[in-house]
């Protein structure tokens, strides 16, 4: 199967069209420090190395990292990913309406412990959306969904491949970050990115996805946060 079909390299035109209009970024952000090793897990952010940074803007794929344009082009060998130094970040996001996984207690102090006076318009975090929504469905109190389950469920694209399969999750992403498998890491990333932008567009038209009431193993349609942008 070529590349551009494993990574979703093609966003669909409403959802591109959608995105560009609400000023949408759909990213994800990464860190390859390890929680478990750290005496402070995850609650000390400013102990958290920002190492790569994906999102979609201006109909293409962006990748940040500290070595920038040579990372991703000994990753891919091609030119499927614009690849930018994590220091010019901060002018892809400035002022955009960020929608990702775990943004709200991660994703966004992470990004902002480094870039210290970083302004964006706001942010739509997918996982704490579905946590309170599944605590609102069941009253039993929330659950934290993983994000490829929620793409699964609510049939996104690209959202069965051989490393989901087999349950890639952020600690074997980290490890393979620690030993240098970065390709697996990106392409992972990128499908994230791919599942928030189409999410993000449904949830917009219809503040509502499905997730599995764990009760009867039966997959529900719950209600979700509006996102509060302008399409």
């Not at 952010?45 to 940040?64: A, G, S």
């Not at 400035?94 to 302004?119: A, Q």
């Not at 051989?162 to 990333?189: C, E, N, P, V, Y």
Request: one cysteine or more.
């Amino acid at each position: 199967m070529p590349s551009s079909q494993l990574t979703g390299d093609r966003m669909k035109r409403k959802t591109r069209d959608f995105m560009k209009n609400a000023n949408v970024v759909p990213i994800s952000v990464f860190s390859g420090t390890d929680a478990t090793e750290l005496d402070t897990g995850y609650s000390d952010i400013k102990k958290f190395d920002l190492d790569m940074v994906v999102l979609w803007k201006d109909d293409r794929y962006h990748f940040f990292s500290e070595l920038g344009v040579k990372d991703v082009n000994w990753v891919f060998g091609d030119n499927q990913m614009h690849s930018i130094h994590l220091d010019m970040l901060p002018e892809y996001i400035e002022g955009c309406y960020l929608v990702g996984y775990d943004l709200e207690s991660f994703g966004i102090p992470l990004l902002k412990d480094r870039y210290k006076n970083l302004t964006i318009q706001g942010s739509y975090d997918i996982m704490k959306s579905a946590f309170d929504a599944y605590d609102e469905y069941t009253g039993e109190g929330g659950k934290r969904f993983k994000m490829f389950d929620i793409a699964f469920w609510n049939s996104c694209e690209h959202a069965i491949g051989a490393m989901d399969i087999i349950g890639l999750s952020r600690m074997k992403m980290i490890s393979d970050w620690a030993f240098g498998q970065r390709r697996s890491t990106i392409k992972h990333l990128k499908n994230e990115v791919l599942w928030c932008s189409q999410l993000s567009h449904r949830i917009f038209r219809r503040p509502e996805i499905f997730l599995k009431d764990h009760r009867t193993g039966k997959k529900k349609r719950m209600i979700v946060r509006e996102m509060d942008v302008l399409g």
